[in-house]
């Protein structure tokens, strides 16, 4: 069973039209990261949440925004995405605490027209 | 010096070949190690956590030098289905550093 669930798995935007990417997870972990991955590259962490403590990435630009209303939920906005933020973005989870390894989302492939 | 390197290759190995993957990482903090695997076009899926005492999985083995800060994968008798891209990853675990530092990634293709 999944435990890291990301919506949509493909989305489609127009330029600039703002789009929201969503995340949840079933495994009551206290730490959730957003990752931006391109093409043959590492993932680039853009932020994460501990608890409700949010931690911005000093080069994640202004465009990208975070939620987490919950443990369970957490939320990407693209507040006017560009061609350039076509990529995979990818959501993970981690029990900080017991320092194990993060658990991934299948991730969302976003395309922006 | 990135935070942590890897050889990209590629790595071309026939069926049934050992390979061995290398990473170095430059913070001598580090505390905890992974080796991830990824397929084309999906996420990052862990494939092992390395220990300091070494650990092996099957065909798989992860080891750890500390004081040269170096992670190694030995991949015995390789598959067609290891085609994939190996990732190193390390964290700080300390105060509020909660980051996965990630190496570029390491191709393999496994031919018949």
């Known amino acids: 069973d999944a435990m890291v669930i990301q919506n949509p798995r493909y989305q489609v935007t127009q330029f600039g039209k703002p789009v929201t990417l969503s995340c949840s997870q079933t495994?009551?972990?206290?730490?959730m990261y957003w990752y931006q991955q391109k093409s043959s590259q590492a993932p680039k962490l853009l932020f994460h949440y501990y608890d409700k403590d949010f931690n911005n990435e000093a080069d994640t630009p202004d465009n990208f925004q975070s939620r987490r209303p919950n443990t369970s939920f957490c939320f990407l906005d693209i507040r006017s995405p560009g061609l350039g933020d076509a990529a995979m973005y990818l959501c993970a989870t981690r029990d900080w605490g017991t320092n194990t390894e993060a658990f991934f989302g299948q991730g969302t492939r976003l395309t922006v027209v | 010096r990135k935070e942590v390197e890897q050889d990209p290759g590629p790595f071309n190995v026939p069926e049934g070949a050992t390979v061995a993957f290398n990473c170095t990482y430059s913070n001598s903090a580090s505390q905890s190690f992974f080796w991830y695997r990824q397929d084309c076009r999906k996420e990052p899926k862990l494939l092992m956590s390395?220990?300091?005492?070494?650990n092996e999985d099957g065909r798989f083995t992860a080891q750890l030098n500390r004081a040269s800060q170096y992670i190694s994968l030995l991949i015995r008798d390789s598959k067609l289905s290891d085609s994939a891209t190996y990732l190193c990853?390390?964290?700080?675990?300390?105060?509020?550093?909660?980051?996965?530092?990630w190496g570029l990634g390491t191709s393999l293709a496994v031919n018949p």
């Open positions: 495994l009551n972990h206290n730490v």
């Open positions: 990853v390390v964290s700080l675990n300390a105060g509020n550093n909660r980051k996965l530092i």
């Open positions: 390395v220990y300091s005492s070494g």
